[in-house]
């Protein structure tokens, strides 16, 4: 796959016409690709735009005979456009909620004003760290603070994949990520910036 979905793909994704067996491929391009994934929000939000269009009828000023019935035929017109809008819905909303795994957002220790990871507030996310793991994933915990240091989360870790992960979901902010190993005592291994938007 290039780079990044072309358009054309994106939105036939969104509206659920794509081959089933392109679908493996362009969502594991979208777990790994934050701006594919903002793309995809914006292609869903154009559509629901599209859809909420499609079902007005146009209003006419004088009313005559040969005018109530065009509007008789407008109004079916109308009726089967809005059933065929609400049956894609359908049909496509059905399709994103089988399709829906959290997004993965790598967490880096670095430092300096462009180092903290941003997410979208209130969605669930992956979060999975830089650490070199020399221990089991039970004895590490994940800790998130605010920027006053009040504790918002604690939440053990897992490994996929040989990488440190937690699953986390937060609300608009500035945080604190850290990572602490439970052996002997709980000793601070990594620290992360982290604002969710």
Known sequence: MPEHIPEDLLDRYSIGTIPADSV??????????????????????????FRA????VAAHPAVTWQRLWD??????????????ALLLVLIA?????????????????LRGPAAEAHLASGRPRLLVF?????????????????????RILTEGADVRDGRLTALVKVAHGAYWVRVYQKQA?????????????
């Open 185 to 197: 005592g709980r000793e601070l291994v990594a620290e992360y910036g982290l604002r969710a938007d």
């Open 24 to 49: 493996a491929q362009l969502e594991e391009h979208l777990l790994s690709c934050p701006f594919c994934q903002e793309r995809l929000v914006e292609t869903d939000e154009a559509l629901n735009l």
């Open 71 to 84: 509007r008789r035929k407008v109004f079916w017109a109308g009726a089967a456009s809005a059933a065929a």
């Open 53 to 56: 269009a499609a079902t007005e």
């Open 130 to 150: 830089d650490l070199a793991i020399d221990a089991a994933p039970k004895n590490y915990e994940i800790e998130i603070v605010d920027a006053v240091g009040n």
């Open 93 to 109: 909303g059905e399709a994103h909620k089988t399709q829906a795994p959290p997004a993965i957002l790598l967490m880096r220790s």
